[in-house]
Nanobody, 114 residues
Framework: QVHLVESGGGLVQPGGSLRLSCAAS????????MGWYRQAPGKQRELDAR???????NYADSVEGRFTISRDNAKNTVYLQMSRAKPEDTADYCC????????WGQGTQDAVSS
């Protein structure tokens, strides 16, 4: 079981940047594929990006070239660097394994607005 705590959300202007962090408990964090998910108001949760234990990354088309996922296995932490933010990026962001477990953290809210 992995316990997840997200942080770093907030208000950002269109075109701006934000960095999200996700701290995970558990000594075997490094073996998991980790993902960042978003859930916009009234929509289903969807995967934005994922990173394999060795660093290989995959992105949804909507964030490709704008978001960067990374991880620090020594710190049991996964990051999401959001750049060139768009209003449609406004959502609750959560991290989890990929595929996800049932143990979601509280997430962090991001709002992109001028």
């Amino acid at each position: 079981q992995v316990h997840l705590v997200e942080s770093g959300g907030g208000l950002v202007q269109p075109g701006g940047s934000l960095r999200l962090s996700c701290a995970a408990s558990g000594s075997i964090f490094s073996i998991y594929i980790m993902g960042w998910y978003r859930q916009a108001p009234g929509k289903q949760r969807e995967l934005d990006a994922r990173i394999h234990s060795g660093g290989v990354t995959n992105y949804a088309d909507s964030v490709e070239g704008r978001f960067t996922i990374s991880r620090d296995n020594a710190k049991n932490t996964v990051y999401l660097q959001m750049s060139r933010a768009k209003p449609e990026d406004t959502a609750d962001y959560c991290c989890n394994t990929n595929p996800p477990t049932q143990d979601w953290g509280q997430g962090t809210q991001d709002a992109v607005s001028s």
